[in-house]
């Protein structure tokens, strides 16, 4: 058996068609135009490229966006003042921090500086604490992603075996939340498992849909999961170049062999990233659609 290929590209290309035309109806109706801002501090190259690439998906569907640079030194006091001025602009309704950022700022400080309301990438402990207890908040993006992605794929989550491989406050610890919700894409038995789990073989062979977050290169095997398995890969690992010096990256899964054993499969490039800035961008659509009081 060779598993269906879940295309977050493709996914998160429809999304995308129905956020531009949900935009053009905000300006069109309401006389609204979502706002994004992307503050970058330094010139790390990862971090410029994700940058680049959230504020060319914000252009693309029309929304009014800002890239702000800042330089490495930046002070923290300085860096909060800037984040205070687009809490209280009007004309902006997500704001995003790219991290990481540098040593002497701290991330926590910067992250509570954003108004909860403009909090479009869900890391605002309000935000965490809503989605905690089922409430209506900003999700946090790749989390957001996954649950789409299996929703849009038709996979069944409700009563389902879910593992989740990684603990992250960005990745693991949201997801492993959202899929027990009472809600769709969730209803789901969650494990969670890291680098002090005993047996993680054990776990992911019982698992109908296995979520990896590790940062690890094939750290989950083909003869670690069952037939019949979904699996959702978020691993980006940069594993060299090729000759034109692009990086060639993988997944945290042994794509390769697994795919012959699974049922369904996110491949990397072209799963779980595209959604991820997909989602930060209907974020960004509900602040403003919250904003003009409009849900
Ligand atoms: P992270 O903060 O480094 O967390 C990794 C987690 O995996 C930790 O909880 C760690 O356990 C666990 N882990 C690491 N090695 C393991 C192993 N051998 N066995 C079991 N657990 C292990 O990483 P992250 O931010 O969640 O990101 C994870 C991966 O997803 C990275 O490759 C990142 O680039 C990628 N990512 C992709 C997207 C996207 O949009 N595609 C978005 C976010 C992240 P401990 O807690 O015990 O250390």
């Given at each position: 058996m060779s598993a269906k290929i879940i295309s977050g590209k493709e996914i998160a290309a429809q999304i995308r068609e129905e956020l531009k035309e949900e935009v053009k109806r905000l300006k069109s109706d309401h006389?609204?135009?979502p706002g994004l801002v992307t503050i970058l501090v330094g010139e790390d190259p990862a971090s410029i490229s994700y940058v680049t690439a959230k504020q060319k998906t914000a252009h693309d569907l029309g929304f009014h966006s800002i890239q702000?640079?800042?330089?490495?030194?930046?002070?923290?006091?300085?860096?909060?003042?800037?984040?205070?001025?687009?809490?209280?602009?009007?004309?902006?309704h997500?704001?995003?921090?790219?991290?990481p950022l540098p040593k002497h700022i701290d991330d926590?400080?910067?992250?509570?500086?954003?108004?909860?309301?403009?909090?479009?990438?869900?890391?605002?402990p309000v935000n965490v604490g809503r989605m905690v207890i089922g409430e209506r908040?900003?999700?946090p993006c790749t989390p957001h992603g996954i649950l789409e992605m299996l929703i849009r794929s038709g996979v069944e989550t409700s009563g389902a075996e879910v593992v989740v491989v990684g603990r992250s406050n960005i990745v693991g610890k949201p997801i492993a939340n959202l899929m027990i919700q009472k809600r769709d894409g969730g209803n789901a038995t969650v494990t969670?498992?890291?680098?002090?789990?005993?047996?993680?073989?054990?776990?992911?062979?019982?698992?109908d849909i296995l979520i990896?977050?590790?940062?690890?290169?094939?750290?989950?095997?083909?003869?670690m999961v069952k037939d019949g398995v979904v699996v959702i890969d978020v691993g980006v690992n940069r594993i060299g170049k090729t000759p034109e010096g692009k990086a060639i990256l993988c997944g945290d899964v042994d794509f390769d062999a697994i795919k012959e054993k699974a049922s369904a499969i996110t491949p990397v490039p072209g799963g779980v990233g595209p959604m991820t800035i997909t989602m930060l961008m209907k974020n960004t659509v509900q602040a403003a659609k919250q904003f003009a009081g409009l849900v």
């Open positions: 006389g609204v135009t702000d640079n800042q330089p490495e030194d930046i002070s923290e006091d300085d860096l909060l003042a800037l984040i205070d001025k687009y809490n209280n602009d009007d004309s902006i997500g704001i995003l921090v790219q991290l926590s400080k910067v992250l509570e500086a954003i108004d909860p309301d403009k909090d479009v990438d869900g890391f605002h908040c900003f999700l969670v498992c890291h680098t002090r789990t005993k047996d993680m073989a054990f776990h992911t062979k019982r698992a990896v977050a590790a940062g690890r290169p094939k750290v989950v095997t083909a003869d």
